[in-house]
């Protein structure tokens, strides 16, 4: 069963602009990861947050994470068109968790 | 070259045939994994594998099996393949040393239609 669950499902911006993607989860986690994938590759690592941090930046990446809500977004600035992809969140429940579970995703195009 | 690599990269086989996807990976990590992914459902743990001797089921494991036939080689085989297994299927591995926060690898997957 899906831990996180991304918003919006698909998301269309224009060159330069801002593109921000929520996720949700369910249950307490040890730290929270958003992963990226190119349209039929693998998925690619993208940053990590865990549970005691509230904001964390990489780039033109910016997480934050409001373990009160629940709740996590990724923002990225600036968009380009080569930003285009699908952006999965993934949890990782306690400290000794194996497992990671992957949200069904935020398509994003950007246009140039 | 790839850090994990899959193949078959395509694959399309008949309801009931023996399929094979195996995966090899470089980054010496002791973790290995099987996703399928699912247009709507994003990624679903098949299998894990925490080093050669532990193979673990994870939420979807009905149908498939798998073989860790050494710490850089994890195999997923699937008995009788039938349509609703037609998916993007993702090897994966992680480095338990590096602690609970470790990173997923994957690899760049292997499409598998069942006919």
């Known amino acids: 069963s899906q831990q996180g669950e991304e918003d919006p499902q698909a998301l269309s911006i224009q060159e330069g602009e801002n593109a921000t993607m929520n996720c949700s989860y369910k249950?307490?986690?040890?730290?929270l990861q958003w992963y990226r994938q190119n349209s039929g590759r693998g998925l690619v690592h993208l940053i990590l947050?865990?549970?005691?941090?509230r904001e964390k930046h990489s780039g033109r990446l910016r997480v934050t994470l409001d373990t009160s809500k629940k709740s996590s977004s990724l923002l990225i600035t600036a968009s380009r068109a080569a930003d285009t992809a699908s952006y999965f969140c993934?949890?990782?429940?306690?400290?000794?968790?194996?497992?990671?579970?992957f949200g069904k995703g935020t398509k994003l195009s950007v246009i140039p | 070259d790839a850090d994990v690599t899959q193949t078959p990269r395509n694959r399309i086989t008949k309801t009931g045939k023996r399929i094979m996807l195996e995966c090899s990976q470089t980054?010496?990590?002791?973790?290995m994994y099987w996703y399928r992914q699912d247009p709507g459902l994003g990624l679903r743990l098949i299998y894990y594998?925490?080093?050669?001797?532990?193979?673990n089921k994870g939420e979807i494991s009905d149908g498939y099996s798998v073989s860790r036939q050494a710490q850089a080689k994890f195999s997923l085989s699937l008995e009788s393949a039938i349509p609703n297994q037609t998916a993007l299927y993702f090897c994966a591995t992680s480095d338990s040393q590096v602690g609970p926060g470790n990173t997923i690898y994957f690899g760049e997957g292997s499409w598998l239609t069942v006919v």
């Open positions: 980054k010496g990590h002791d973790r």
């Open positions: 947050i865990r549970s005691n941090e």
């Open positions: 594998s925490f080093d050669v001797k532990d193979i």
């Open positions: 249950t307490s986690i040890n730290n």
């Open positions: 993934a949890t990782r429940a306690g400290a000794g968790s194996y497992q990671l579970t």
